[in-house]
């Protein structure tokens, strides 16, 4: 019996009894997200997240901007005590030794909770973008990941969540080391106001060279990371695609690209380091200049008695000072630019809307009988790829039909269809007389068992992968389903036996191996809906009749489509529905369609050759 729980638009937690089975999640979710008002700066979309650490960041700037102010007084001391030395007072000298010592002190220890509390910050903020940017990938549709490539994501998700949360992390303290330069500029001119207009005089100067450099060097960094990202895709695929690779011999090919991404990297980098070399001499020496200019008046005003040697000596020790704040604005001014870049392919990522999802008031679908109807169904893929035309099938609860087609006929893509990997673009997929796109995905994706012709397993105990679809699974559940589906033997013969820690996506199985554990792991779940996608085309045909044999059983209790080529596979089915430009062309079973329909003789003899 079907059971429908209709939910109330507006409706906060709805009373269901379909209990998802996915497990609790036991992660620390974000507190924030970044605003999704495209039409805002990079920045202000970023607030929400950074307002998050609030307290923590707003500790770490005070206790950055509290430590300058004690440093900034120490120049003055060192001004007095010197002064005062050369009064000849001694006696005095050691009051300003002990003064100079407590600020330092004072320094050091919030300068150290500060540094501390900032890391914390950075990884804080990483931690929360890393999880929004996953959350986000989690939640989009195959379309998207039908579009992008995996390596340039995964730079994605490395280093452009680095250089964003750098800048967010870092750049209040840099701003409140920058304030620290006004405090320092107000003390020198309480001391004496030409000197330090004297002394500040070069700080402009030191300001635009390196924003100058750091106008250079953007372009630069900006194409190093994208080159970054291309050296990523290239080892990507080499690595992934590694069989095929060393099938063709063809490792020298993917050496020359691998080489060929290399150069334009290291072309990027030597070019950045030119412009470093050509620049940063300026931006570091501007100090001495500073200096000089700070000796040189200031010596005039002390043989003029305009001015105290201790004077001189805090101003030189104030022009140092005052250098890193001017340096890392430019610096700041640069990660920003980076920040800014980065964000952007971020935000690229999360304004993708996923183009299935569940739609206002979808009702869940709680115990499905397995009445599936392909009504009129019109199918093009995002790219325009327009594959299925006025598509027509029914199954009745419990009947297994089979899907026979040519390659490319659009039998995978009408199994797609039914676990909504893809929305129909014309008629409608109806389950249990409900149009698909009034479900919750959850429970109709729990209700449909799909099987794949491309079985992809985790890298974890064939156990676990077994069990992936519910956790809470017991043994027995576990050893039923892969009995039923002809694996239960060879997996026991494996030196640890269920407990067997597959390699990378099953690498280590063959390919019959992996798709026996792949049925295995959809018939765990039991799904009253299933799906076979050209599910034993690796198995031998002595295997697969076992397997025939333990799953005519199984298929008895559900509604099955079977995609099939063999005649073995069809064989299970109770009915044959042909499929040809995009629609079926002829329903019956085998023996009708082959006295009735020419063509199907025709298209099981051409798969059947592509298959030997
Ligand atoms: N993700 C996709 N994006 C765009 N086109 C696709 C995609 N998957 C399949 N196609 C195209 O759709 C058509 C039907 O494919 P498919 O359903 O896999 O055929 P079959 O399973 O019958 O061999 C083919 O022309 C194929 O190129
Ligand atoms: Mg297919």
Known sequence: MTTIVPLRPGDEAPESPFVPLAEASRYRSPRATIDPDQTKSWLVRAMPVVKAHRFILGTCVVGTFLALVLQVQIPKMLGRAIDVALDGRRGSLGHYVAIIVALAVGRWILNMISRY??????????????????????????????????GQLISRANSDIRSVQMYLAFAPTILAQCAVAVVAFAEMLTINV???????????????????????LFPMSWLIQSRLAEVATVVDENI?????????????????????????????????????????????????????????????????????????????????????????????????????ASAGRIYEVLDEQPDVFDRPGAVDLVTAKGDVHFDGVDFAYPNGTQVL?????????????????????????????????????????????????????????????????????????????????????TDEDIVAAA????????????????????????????????????????????????????????????VEQQIHEALRGLLAERTTLIIAHRLSTISLADRVAVVEDGRVIAEGTHAQLLAGEPRYAEILAQVEEEES
């Open 240 to 340: 992934n695609g590694v069989r095929v690779v060393k099938a063709f011999a063809a490792e020298e090919r993917q050496l020359k690209l691998l080489a060929a991404a290399s150069r334009r990297t290291e072309w990027a980098n030597a070019e950045d380091a030119n412009i470093r070399a050509r620049w940063s001499p300026a931006v570091e020496n501007m100090p001495r200049l500073g200096q000089a200019l700070v000796l040189l008046y200031g010596g005039w005003l002390a043989v003029h008695d305009h001015a105290s040697v201790g004077t001189i000596v805090s101003f030189n020790a104030y022009v140092l000072l005052l250098q890193p704040p001017f340096r890392l604005l430019g610096q700041l001014m640069m990660m920003g630019q980076r920040a800014k």
């Open 389 to 473: 035309r006025g598509f027509d099938l029914r199954l009745r609860p419990g009947e297994t039909v089979a899907l026979v087609g040519r390659t490319g006929s659009g039998k995978s893509t009408v199994a797609r269809l039914l676990g909504r990997s893809y929305d129909v673009t014309g008629g409608a997929v109806v389950v249990d007389g409900h149009d698909v796109r009034d479900l919750t995905l959850a429970s109709l994706r729990h209700h449909v068992g799909m099987v794949a012709d491309e079985p992809f397993l985790f890298s974890i105990s064939i156990r676990d992968n077994l069990a992936y679809g519910r956790p809470d699974a």
């Open 117 to 150: 509390l900032l890391q914390i910050t950075a990884f804080r903020l990483e931690y929360d973008l890393r999880h929004i940017m996953y959350e986000h990938l989690s939640r989009l549709s195959f379309s998207f990941y039908d579009r992008v490539q995996s």
């Open 483 to 542: 009995t039923a589906a002809g694996a239960d033997g060879f997996i026991r013969a494996l030196p640890e036996g269920y407990d067997t820690v597959v390699g990378e996506r099953g690498y280590t199985l063959s390919g019959g191996q992996r798709q026996r554990i792949s049925i295995a792991r959809t018939l765990v779940l039991n799904p009253p809906i299933l799906v076979l996608d050209d599910a034993t085309s690796a198995i031998d045909v002595q």
């Open 194 to 216: 030409p000197l330090a207009i004297v002394a500040m005089s070069t700080m402009p100067i030191a300001f635009i060279v390196a924003v100058k450099m750091r106008e250079r």
